[in-house]
């Protein structure tokens, strides 16, 4: 493999392919283990998103030689004190996709730092066994967020792979 910062990223974007497609057969087979197998590809194909992330901000913090090129995770980099001190176009485009929740990459980073989350059991309102007709109803308290779908990932997949091309084809020197 070259030692060129763009295989890296490529890389990472094929092995999200590669566990989509597996998630996907998981969900059509018949295995007894189809949930557990579901999961494992889910956090699989997050894992090299967040990856193909990080790859292709290695590739724009090498090109602009940015003081943290090395820098081991995503965030570190998606910062905008890191863009005030060295700013480019392509860093500042992943900052602001970053910064906002609703954006596929807020979403896709989300998604990530849920993973080292330790599991939660759903919260259950006290019950009076007094009144045990009535229910209590907390109105303020949060739905579990549903986990990510195949297609929501694959679509992820296919903009960090464009955002990629594009950013290249504008990274090349002239």
């Known amino acids: 493999m070259a030692h060129?910062?763009?295989?890296?990223?490529?890389?990472?974007?094929?092995?999200?392919?590669?566990?989509l497609d597996g998630w996907r057969k998981a969900e059509e087979g018949r295995v007894m283990n189809a949930p557990a197998l579901v999961?494992?590809?889910?956090?699989a194909a997050l894992f090299h998103l967040y990856?193909?992330?990080?790859?292709?901000?290695?590739?724009i913090a090498g090109f602009y030689r940015l003081p943290n090129a090395q820098a081991p995770r995503a965030e570190t980099l998606l910062d905008r004190a890191v863009l005030e001190e060295a700013p480019s176009p392509e860093m500042a485009e992943l900052v602001e996709m970053a910064q906002q929740p609703e954006t596929w990459?807020?979403?896709l980073l989300a998604?990530?730092?849920?993973?080292?989350?330790?599991?939660?059991?759903?919260?259950?309102a006290k019950v009076d066994p007094t009144?045990?007709?009535?229910?209590?109803?907390?109105?303020?308290?949060?739905?579990?967020?549903p986990a990510l779908s195949r297609e929501e990932l694959e679509a992820w997949r296919q903009q960090?792979?464009?955002l990629a091309l594009r950013f290249r084809a504008s990274l090349t020197e002239s």
């Open 160 to 162: 960090l792979k464009q």
């Open 4 to 19: 060129e910062l763009y295989t890296r990223t490529n890389q990472k974007i094929y092995f999200a392919g590669l566990a």
């Open 131 to 145: 009144t045990p007709l009535i229910q209590a109803v907390m109105l303020d308290e949060e739905e579990p967020a």
């Open 105 to 107: 990459l807020g979403q």
């Open 39 to 43: 999961q494992a590809e889910r956090e």
């Open 111 to 124: 998604g990530y730092a849920q993973l080292f989350q330790p599991p939660q059991a759903p919260r259950k």
């Open 51 to 59: 990856g193909a992330l990080l790859g292709l901000c290695h590739e």
